[in-house]
Nanobody, 130 residues
Framework: QVPLAESGGGSVQAGGSLRLSCKTS????????MAWFRQAPGKEREGVAV????????CYHDSVKGRFTISRNNANNTVYLQMDNLKPEDAAMYYC???????????????????????WGQGTQVTVSS
């Protein structure tokens, strides 16, 4: 496992925006897809967004398409999640995640199955009030 440090969570009203960041270290960041997952109270953790090694391929959970944008900066080992038009149902703990395998992966496969993940951040809380 490697350290993943999320930041940027907080409380917003519905319709608002937040930008999450995840700073990593200890491995060759640019060689790995990166992902964001979330877990709401009483629900299973679910994949939210995935980016390929260079950022050219992304995929999203259907519920966030058109509202969330995942991006990365390989120069500073950071992955971001821009969240716009937030809804109360987006409230959750958000986790940055690194897959076990380097190189090309199936984006949707990583999004849908956390068994490919070998490192998790500590999470950052997002609260959305209606």
């Amino acid at each position: 496992q490697v350290p993943l440090a999320e930041s940027g969570g907080g409380s917003v009203q519905a319709g608002g925006s937040l930008r999450l960041s995840c700073k990593t270290s200890g491995y060759t960041f640019r060689n790995y897809y990166m992902a964001w997952f979330r877990q709401a109270p009483g629900k299973e953790r679910e994949g939210v967004a995935v980016t390929s090694t260079g950022g050219g391929t992304t995929c999203y959970h259907d519920s966030v398409k058109g509202r969330f944008t995942i991006s990365r900066n390989n120069a500073n080992n950071t992955v971001y999640l821009q969240m716009d038009n937030l809804k109360p149902e987006d409230a959750a703990m958000y986790y940055c995640a690194k897959p076990r395998q380097a190189g090309d992966l199936r984006c949707s496969g990583l999004l849908e199955n956390e068994r490919f993940i070998d490192s998790w951040g500590q999470g950052t809380q997002v609260t959305v009030s209606s």
